[in-house]
């Protein structure tokens, strides 16, 4: 059995219903164990196949709380790389928090981030919904190719 962790955090609910599609998408897959969560702590990430992180933008920044969870997994030299990684998030008008998580992903843990990060304005509509959906399949389809 393969896992996915799907990571989100959320205030006004907008990453949250992104967060709900990507894990039905990821667990639309055989083979593919979804855990939907909001807290993990660092050395619970190494039981997991894959992480999608997804990250609303408050004040030009990814939440303090992942920000926290990744400097404590560096620094407890937490090793993620070549795990498969996947971002998404809502923002309001500049939306960097999905980009800095990427960033973090790829530079600092060596994950394997191949997909561009999944954007939604506000409320989440149906078109960045399945999109959602499609990234949670493709990163359970690509873990069943990797046996
Ligand atoms: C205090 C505050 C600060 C925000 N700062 C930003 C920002 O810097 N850039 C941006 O694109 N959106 C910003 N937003 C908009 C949020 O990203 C947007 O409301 C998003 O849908 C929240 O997602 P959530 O419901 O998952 O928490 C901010 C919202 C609030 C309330």
């Known amino acids: 059995m393969k896992k996915v962790l799907v990571l989100y955090y959320s205030r006004s609910g907008n990453t949250e219903k992104m967060a709900k599609a990507v894990a039905e998408g990821a667990q639309s897959v055989n083979g593919v164990e979804v855990q939907l969560n909001y807290h993990v702590e660092p050395p619970e990430l190494l039981g997991f ?4 992180v997804g990250a609303p933008t408050y004040r030009k920044e990814m939440p303090v709380e992942f920000k926290n969870l990744f400097d404590e997994a560096a620094a407890e030299g937490i090793n993620l790389k070549g ?3 996947g971002v998404f998030g809502s923002y309001g008008w500049s939306g960097e928090a999905t980009k800095l998580v990427q960033e973090v992903m790829q530079s600092t843990f060596g994950m394997q981030v191949t997909e561009p990060p999944i954007d939604a ?5 149906q078109k960045a919904l399945d999109a959602c959906r499609n990234l949670g399949k493709r990163v359970s389809e690509s873990l069943m190719n990797h046996v």
């Open 49 to 52: 196949d894959a992480i999608i």
């Open 83 to 85: 795990k498969i990684g």
């Open 121 to 125: 304005k506000y409320i989440p509509d």
